[in-house]
């Protein structure tokens, strides 16, 4: 069975408002009609500027490795085209199974939302399984698989993911502890999401120099060290001190400047520390569920390959601008695949 990319229109008609033009020799088939003036502005550049291939077989390790991808299409559908083994990093923010739709903060002047419809976690979980069973097949034998939830489906995640992959591989479950935004009157604020971390075999990688904080100014140890009941002395690490599996990382307020107005965007800090600690230089970096471009931009910022994926063309219109305005390399753009 061979597979290759959709056809591409290489004549597109836009609209917006009373404004008609005619886009030529574009590589990314991108429905803007009756789109804000974000995606009219940001969509027609960014079209212009893409790479596309057009694929007969697998991505393979090689390309995988040779260039950064970025990838317009369902995420199973991606994952049909990638080999076992290939990816040395997954991290994944899926919809949180909320049962709306997630719009820009910035209304029409942002990029479009999504839908979140799901809200049972058994159905969620159900939804994600497939997803989840073959990004665990393409990841590396010393891979790691991280998955970014919260507290409406992550325990049935978990416990999924433990029949599926074994409880003895989960190596952390991360939470992410976060301010602002409103505070509840009738039970505790929630301001935490939760990172499952799990390790495919004994070899993952775990780099906590990468990912050190400074000590605290207040230090008794980092000013001078301590010294044990026997006698030995134990000094501070110059690159500050071990982070634990509570982080406190802020969000990504109005104000940010990496702020794309993409709902549920998540700060670079946060992506940094995941790649940063478990990853080397040059490994692939996968997210099927790219949303704002937060996995692309960092893995691009440390050194590493990515192939990102979202199904909604906003997602790859912001994420590209995002690389743009970083000075990243170009990325091979696929624009989803069909089967003949």
Partial sequence: MSVRLKSLNFFSMFQFGDRKGLVRDINFNFDIASQGEYNLNV????MKSVTTVKIECEISRDSLLSRDHLVYADNLELLGMLPDGCVDLVYIDPPFGTGKRRESPKGDDGPGGYDDALDD???FTQW???RLAGLWRVL???GSLVIHLDTRAVHHVRVWCDGEFGADRLENEIIWHYTGGGRSKKR???KH???LWYSKG???????DAVREPYEPTSGYAKGGIVSKKGKKYMPNPKGKPVD???DIPIVNPLAKERTGYPTQKPMQLLERVIGALSVEWAVVADIFSGSGTTACASAKLGRRYICCDINPDAIAVTMERLEQMGAEEPVMYTGFRKE
């Fill in 140 to 142: 590396a034998d010393s």
């Fill in 43 to 46: 969509a027609i550049r960014i």
């Fill in 245 to 247: 599996d509570v982080w």
């Fill in 188 to 190: 505790f604020s929630r």
């Fill in 202 to 208: 004994d070899g993952r990688i775990f780099n906590i």
């Fill in 121 to 123: 976690p058994v159905e």
């Fill in 128 to 130: 994600l399984a497939p």
């Fill in 193 to 195: 999401d939760v990172l």
